[in-house]
């Protein structure tokens, strides 16, 4: 049985790195400069253009939706509840009033400091998520996410009001509006720590997976669930608060992904995760170069795409029949 279902499964995972590969290499060409393929090799200005600004821009946006994704389906094991993500569940705006913090108390701060302390309001809000959430009951699986949801928008709205009052709005939006517009050679770099995050991610994936079966069964196998309660706290702070620091928030990802590649995965950890950071990175690819195109030479920042893409995509999840085992 396994000899076929590897066979089976080979030609589609090179299918899907070729589909990620394309997708890399258009991004590099997209954009109001026009650069041909002949002329990154000949002429020094386009190079210069895709080394300074393409390039960067396709990584970041791979780096962030791969990491967008790990972050969701790591959130949605320790939650055990598939509805809730990062930016749906306050985790993202919880990193945003830490940003607004350091803006208000260090206006020179670094983006390094500005992340740590955005990772460290991110870790305290999703802590607090994750607490109140475990307490609801386990029969009722969409409280979980209307809650984040209720979470999220207080945290969200304590936010515009102290920037309201600081006149700091137009920051505000920047942080809670994603888009690549803004990345450059030397401004993206922080984002390989995500990278980093899902090397993390994969070292622990079987014990993330016993996670998913209930805090007392999994204690029952040996599994030290504080600690890795803490770890994986940890991934999705950090993952979130690099994103809105660098970026902005970005939705949907982290939910739309992981529920996808589980309905065709299964469940075990290992298995998914080169395929919820690979479809991750692609969808964000994707939604960013349609930003690009749809109002050329102008563009649509890639959280506005994805906020119509992965809204559609979440409702045809909850209507679809689910899948069998």
Known sequence: MMPVEQAVGRPIGAAALLVLSGLFVTSLFVGVGDVSIHDAFTDPDALYLIAASRLPRTLAAVLTGAGLAIAGLVMQTLARNRFVEPTTAGTGQSAALGILLVTLLMPSASI????????????????????????????????????GLVYGGVVGAAVTFVAWHADLLQFVEIWTSGEFSGVLRGRYELLWVSAAMLAATWIFADRFTLMSLGRDVSVGLGLDYARMMQIGLVIISVVTALTVVIVGLIPFVGLVVPNMVSRLMGDNMRSAIPWVAGSGAALVLVCDIIGRLLRFPYEIPVGTVLGVVGAAAFLWLLFRRPAHA
């Open 112 to 147: 390094a400091l500005k992340t740590l302390v955005a990772s460290l309001t991110a870790l305290a809000g999703t802590s607090l998520f994750l607490s109140i959430a475990h307490r609801l009951p386990p029969t009722q699986p969409f409280l979980v996410p209307l809650f």
